[in-house]
C-alpha cells in the first residue's frame, strides 16, 4: 500500500513539474529578423501581441551574420534606437534567446538605419503558473475547548430545587431544605395519642 502511495505522488509531482511545454518562436515567421518591407506588413511588436511568452520559451533570430545583429537592449535604447550600449549583442546568424526571468524585453537591430526603419521588437514575459505542486503536510485535529460550568441560580438553591448540571464531569452540589410534615403524618400522631389516652384512662 505504501509503494502504491510513493509511485502515485511521483507521478503526480512530475505531472506539474511538465505541465507547462517550452517553445521556441521564429521572429519575424519565414522571413526572419530583417527591416519589414511590402511582403512583410506585420510589425514585430504586431507579431509578438498574437504570441504568448513565458519563462523558459526562446526567441530564434534568423539573419545574415554580414549584414545584420540581434542587440538587447534598455528601453530608453529601444525608443532612441541607441547601439552604443547594448545589454547583450548577437551576430551569429541564428541566435537563440532564452527567457529565464519575466518581464519587458526590448530587441532592436545592429545594423545602422534598420532599428529607425521598425525592425525592433517589445514583448512581455510571463512566469510560469503552477509550478512544481507541493505536498502540504496534514493539518493538526481541531481543539475543542472544554464547557465551562455555570453557577446555580441563587433562587433555585434557597428554594431546595438541585441546581442544573453544566456537565456529566461536573458534581452536583445542592442545598436541602427540612422537609415539611405533611396532613396524613399529623393525622397519624392526633389518633396515636388519642388511643394512648384511652389506654391509660
Same mark, same amino acid.
Given at each position: 500500500?505504501?509503494i502504491?502511495v510513493?509511485? %502515485?505522488?511521483?507521478?503526480? =509531482?512530475?505531472?506539474?513539474?511538465?505541465?507547462?511545454? !517550452?517553445?521556441?518562436? &521564429?521572429?519575424?515567421?519565414?522571413?526572419? #529578423? @530583417?527591416?519589414?518591407?511590402?511582403?512583410?506588413?506585420?510589425?514585430?511588436?504586431? #507579431?509578438?501581441?498574437?504570441? &504568448? !511568452?513565458?519563462?523558459?520559451?526562446?526567441?530564434?533570430?534568423?539573419?545574415?551574420?554580414s549584414?545584420?545583429?540581434?542587440?538587447?537592449?534598455?528601453?530608453?535604447?529601444?525608443?532612441s534606437?541607441?547601439?552604443? $550600449?547594448? %545589454?547583450?549583442?548577437?551576430?551569429?546568424?541564428?541566435?537563440?534567446?532564452?527567457?529565464? $526571468?519575466?518581464?519587458?524585453?526590448? !530587441?532592436?537591430?545592429?545594423?545602422?538605419?534598420?532599428?529607425?526603419?521598425?525592425?525592433k521588437?517589445?514583448? =512581455?514575459?510571463?512566469? =510560469?503558473?503552477?509550478?512544481?505542486p507541493? %505536498?502540504? +503536510?496534514?493539518? *493538526?485535529?481541531p481543539?475543542? @475547548? *472544554?464547557?465551562?460550568?455555570? +453557577?446555580?441560580?441563587?433562587?433555585? %438553591?434557597m428554594?431546595?430545587?438541585?441546581?442544573?448540571?453544566p456537565?456529566?464531569?461536573a458534581?452536583?452540589?445542592?442545598? *436541602?431544605? +427540612?422537609?415539611?410534615?405533611?396532613? $396524613?403524618?399529623?393525622g397519624?400522631?392526633?389518633?396515636?395519642?388519642?388511643?394512648?389516652?384511652v389506654? =391509660?384512662?
Amino acid at each position: 500500500m505504501a509503494i502504491l502511495v510513493y509511485f %502515485i505522488l511521483l507521478a503526480f =509531482i512530475q505531472s506539474g513539474s511538465h505541465a507547462h511545454q !517550452f517553445h521556441e518562436f &521564429r521572429v519575424g515567421g519565414k522571413n526572419g #529578423w @530583417a527591416v519589414p518591407n511590402n511582403t512583410n506588413t506585420e510589425s514585430y511588436n504586431d #507579431w509578438a501581441g498574437r504570441n &504568448r !511568452f513565458q519563462v523558459g520559451d526562446s526567441l530564434v533570430f534568423v539573419y545574415n551574420s554580414s549584414e545584420d545583429s540581434v542587440l538587447q537592449v534598455t528601453h530608453g535604447d529601444y525608443l532612441s534606437c541607441s547601439t552604443s $550600449q547594448p %545589454i547583450a549583442s548577437f551576430k551569429n546568424g541564428n541566435t537563440v534567446f532564452k527567457f529565464t $526571468q519575466p518581464g519587458p524585453f526590448f !530587441f532592436i537591430s545592429g545594423a545602422s538605419g534598420h532599428c529607425q526603419k521598425s525592425q525592433k521588437l517589445h514583448l =512581455i514575459v510571463l512566469s =510560469i503558473r503552477g509550478g512544481t505542486p507541493s %505536498i502540504s +503536510p496534514p493539518r *493538526s485535529p481541531p481543539v475543542v @475547548a *472544554s464547557p465551562v460550568p455555570v +453557577p446555580a441560580p441563587a433562587a433555585l %438553591i434557597m428554594m431546595g430545587t438541585p441546581a442544573p448540571s453544566p456537565s456529566p464531569a461536573a458534581p452536583t452540589t445542592s442545598t *436541602s431544605v +427540612p422537609a415539611v410534615p405533611t396532613l $396524613q403524618s399529623a393525622g397519624f400522631m392526633c389518633g396515636l395519642l388519642l388511643s394512648l389516652c384511652v389506654f =391509660i384512662l
